[in-house]
């Protein structure tokens, strides 16, 4: 005769049981079916820089345009295919960075399409896909004044967009080299031209990227001048809601073939050819985001 097993559960066991049952369940109901919403309305809604020149800036049409968002319409054709949409609604929306991650974060937009830095802080409201690019933190100031490097600032006017990585980093460097200055918080790069140009501020800190496509537009692009030091390491990447494992997957497959198929090269090419070649820090970014199937 084959011995009896009974299994004693104690009432902690079993509520510990019910659960561990219940919580995929649970869970599942409570994580984001963006690509479902993006079927269902058969539009896609998209925010976006309207400012950050080469990435993500809108054209003299009113247009998005740049190097982040090509990257983004050849997500946006994925994902319309992997709903089965293949003609897709885009509805574009600029807004600074503190507007787009709270866009993404409350459901009001499905992805951000831009030059925003992914960050731990930021992990927390949004997730990110794969890099897209990798940059660092700079300060541009009039070519005509003495301001060689960042000690010379103390006494001087920096202005920083408010809500950026750049403005926590820069608070950070002038503490930590006991930097005396007035920060000027701006909305956007072009106001920070405008006040440079009236003599109102004295620096403007941002992703160096970003200030060499304020100064290639300035009325006289001799009239600025990029401090030789960092102010941080940035690594841009595509944010969109917390949990949503199958539209991450959709974005990053899109970018992998993007990488691997060797298109990101024209478009490298025509928003940053004029810089020389990628740096090897942003060929190897993507060699290693470029996932395989």
Request: proline share 5%.
């Amino acid at each position: 005769m084959k011995p009896t097993i009974r299994l004693f559960v104690t009432p902690a066991a079993a509520v510990a049981v019910a659960f561990a049952c219940a919580a995929p369940a649970a869970l599942a109901q409570g994580a984001p079916d963006t690509l479902g919403r993006i079927r269902a309305a058969k539009e896609i809604r998209v925010v976006y820089s309207g400012d950050s020149l080469p990435f993500s800036f809108q054209s003299p049409g009113g247009q998005p345009t740049g190097y982040s968002i090509d990257l983004c319409r050849k997500v946006i054709a994925a994902i319309g295919q992997a709903v089965g949409e293949p003609n897709l609604r885009v509805v574009w929306t600029p807004g600074t960075v503190a507007e787009r991650i709270a866009a993404v974060k409350t459901g009001r937009a499905d992805l951000d399409c831009a030059n925003t830095t992914a960050t731990l802080s930021r992990m927390a409201d949004v997730d990110f896909g794969n890099l897209i690019f990798v940059d660092g933190g700079g300060l541009l100031v009039r070519s005509d004044t003495p301001i060689n490097r960042f000690a010379d600032l103390t006494g001087r006017r920096i202005g920083v967009i408010a809500g950026t990585t750049t403005e926590a980093r820069l608070a950070q460097m002038m503490k930590d080299r006991r930097v005396e200055a007035a920060v000027v918080r701006v909305r956007e790069g072009p106001e920070a031209i405008a006040m440079m140009e009236s003599g109102t501020l004295d620096a403007f800190a941002s992703d160096k990227i970003k200030l060499v496509g304020l100064a290639a537009n300035a009325k006289d692009t001799s009239a600025y001048a990029l401090l030789a030091e960092d102010l941080s390491f940035e690594p841009y990447a595509f944010a969109m809601a917390r949990g949503d494992a199958a539209m991450r997957l959709a974005v990053n497959r899109a970018l992998s073939r993007t990488y691997l198929s060797g298109e990101i090269e024209g478009i490298f090419r025509q928003w940053l050819g004029a810089l020389g070649r990628p740096s090897a820090l942003l060929a190897a970014m993507y060699v290693l985001n470029a996932v395989p199937e």
